[in-house]
């Protein structure tokens, strides 16, 4: 096992179209988090996922935005009608426990142009 | 809620000199509280940890942080700054989901 692994790793995308990420945790890790980054600021949380129940979705996710885990492992968080703004690097992060630290992947990089 | 307030969003410092990286944190419960750093165009490692057992923190690289209830604080430091410090240090609280403050950049001069 090589750590978090998310796919793909840079995407360009037109304004107004779909675009899904893949994320696959550390084997056995529960817990699942997926987070935004823009330049210059701290990841922001945008949901996490303990087995294949979504837990907590962040007020600041818009409804274009869905996450699932189906059977508890690899998850996919889906941007439906693309925004310029919503051009960012997407993070994955897994754990084994509550409150244990979390892995990273090494992220996507959405551009929307 | 629970929420991370890094105080200084740059420091700077000099080769061999003390390194001091400031968070508060706030939640309602005995939270875990972890410290991130993150290289230029590398993904984020983690420094260290703290989970409530002893107070005093030992990382990777030197780095130590202090957990003191009555402060609501977990700063950062290390005694001496190397060259290859120089990088972006995320201060990060856990009650339940995990919370990333906005970020201290750490410049090294030689």
């Known amino acids: 096992d090589t750590g978090v692994s998310q796919d793909p790793r840079h995407k360009i995308t037109k304004r107004g179209q779909n675009v899904t990420f893949r994320c696959d945790p550390i084997s056995e890790h529960n817990r699942l988090y997926w987070y935004r980054q823009t330049l210059g600021q701290g990841p922001e949380f945008l949901t996490y996922f303990q087995n294949e129940a979504q837990l907590e979705k962040s007020r600041l996710l818009s409804d274009r935005f869905s996450a699932e885990r189906p059977k508890g492992s690899f998850s996919t968080l889906e941007i439906q009608r693309t925004e310029q703004g919503d051009s960012a690097m997407y993070l994955c992060?897994?754990?084994?426990?509550?409150?244990?630290?979390?892995?990273f992947g090494q992220g996507t990089r959405l551009t929307v142009v | 809620a629970q929420s991370v307030t890094q105080l200084d969003s740059h420091v700077s410092v000099s080769e061999g000199t003390p390194v001091l990286l400031r968070c508060n944190y706030s939640s309602s419960y005995s939270p875990s509280l972890f410290w991130y750093v993150q290289h230029p165009n590398k993904g984020l490692q983690l420094l260290l940890k703290?989970?409530?057992?002893?107070?005093l923190v030992k990382g990777i690289n030197g780095f130590e942080a202090e957990f003191k209830k009555s402060e609501t604080s977990f700063h950062l430091t290390k005694p001496s700054a190397h060259m290859s410090d120089a990088a972006e240090y995320f201060c990060?609280?856990?009650?339940?989901?995990?919370?990333f403050g906005a970020g201290t950049r750490l410049t090294v001069k030689p």
């Open positions: 992060a897994s754990s084994s426990l509550m409150n244990t630290e979390a892995f």
């Open positions: 990060v609280v856990s009650d339940n989901d995990m919370r």
């Open positions: 703290y989970t409530s057992a002893a107070t």
